[in-house]
């Protein structure tokens, strides 16, 4: 009987290939043990064994662990490197706790190529992934790498290493939305940001547009998907599995809409706050004020009167009676956040991710 073994995520390289294949254990790279053991009724299959179980960074109750088959996290990494240009080298620049890194290892075993890993235990360091570059860099072929924006805000701020990642053919940009200002400083950049989570063996959605053979479409305003990269469900939840994963789709607690044919993402369904009766993207606010500082979180705070009231968490220097000026003119009365307070540091969560709770205690002292 096959079963889920915890493992550093430095041993998940070597032994992905047996994982992968079904004549090794799947791998639970640094997840709580209480999702290795066993597997249960319907959670393995010898004709497409279950390779990885990720964690999910979940904000609030114990982490979820995702069931991903071999054969979704190949047609990922397929996939991807189809729609980049073909198979290369890769520098692995995130953890390989979570699926955007170990999609990075198993595109690395698809191409041939080993990656070059950085080591980070003690962080990123913009140095270290200079000297990554300029090593793949020796070997012909294409060469890339996937990030998340804050990773890729420090690397803009250095020109030697933005003139390092403009040598790559590809950077997968995920774990967190990528702002048109980061975008735009990193001019020259061959980006791509990718739109998926562990339930989709990582991004499934480049640039709005869905990798071969993923379907999109919106179950009322949420984005549901589809294709051959989904997981096989929840690790003992088979109620959370019945719930997500229905008649062959993947309902998401994202916002969705279709503008000329591609995907946009407005934030999470559990974000919209509710404010005097006025419903409020929390991500429209954000993106907004993130023209002026450099990140911005904004929740919503139980109030007596309003039901809601709109906060914000800045880094930057920007006025706060000037931020709600800017968002009074292009959203509206609702929308200016009755609180705004300034954060030296975002408090993150998985790779890239804000933690909202965290977020929101700090805005309700």
Request: with cysteine; proline share 8%.
């Amino acid at each position: 009987m096959r079963t889920i073994v915890a493992v550093s995520p430095a041993e998940v390289y070597d032994r992905l290939p047996a994982a992968l294949d079904g004549s090794g254990p799947a791998l639970l790279p640094g997840g709580p043990e209480t999702l290795a053991g066993p597997f249960g009724p319907g959670e393995d299959s010898p004709d497409d064994p279950t390779a990885v179980v990720v964690a999910t960074s979940g904000s609030t109750g114990e982490p979820k662990g995702v069931l991903l088959p071999a054969s979704a996290l190949l047609a990922s990494a397929e996939a991807t490197h189809k729609r980049l240009g073909g198979p290369g080298r890769w520098v692995l620049a995130t953890p390989a706790r979570y699926v955007g890194g170990i999609q990075v290892l198993v595109r690395s075993l698809l191409a041939g190529e080993p990656p070059v890993q950085l080591h980070l235990d003690e962080g990123f360091r913009v140095p270290d992934f200079v000297a990554a570059v300029a090593e793949v860099l020796r070997t012909p072929g294409r060469h890339y790498t996937a990030l998340v924006p804050t990773q890729l805000a420090r690397i803009v701020a250095v020109p030697q290493a933005l003139e390092a990642l403009r040598a790559l053919d590809g950077i997968v940009m995920g774990g967190a939305p990528l702002s048109a200002e980061l975008r735009a400083a990193a001019e020259g950049v061959p980006l791509v940001s990718a739109y998926g989570m562990s339930e989709t063996a990582s991004g499934c959605v480049y640039d709005g547009v869905p990798l071969d053979g993923v379907a999109v479409k919106l179950v009322g305003d949420r984005v549901a998907i589809s294709g051959p990269t989904l997981a096989r469900g929840y690790r003992n939840r088979p109620d959370l599995t019945a719930e997500s994963f229905v008649d062959g789709w993947f309902v998401t607690s994202d916002l969705g809409r279709f503008v000329d044919g591609r995907l946009e993402i407005l934030g999470r369904a559990d974000d919209v706050i509710n404010t005097g009766g006025v419903k409020v993207p929390a991500n429209a606010v954000e993106r907004l004020l993130e023209r002026y500082v450099e990140a911005a979180c904004v929740v919503g705070l139980d109030h007596p009167e309003w039901g809601q009231i709109v906060a914000a968490a800045v880094v930057g220097e920007a006025g706060h009676d000037e931020l709600r000026a800017h968002v009074r003119a292009e959203l509206g009365a609702p929308a200016v956040p009755k609180v705004v307070k300034t954060i030296d540091r975002m408090p993150l969560r998985g790779p890239g991710k804000v933690d909202r709770a965290a977020v929101r205690h700090y805005l309700s002292q």
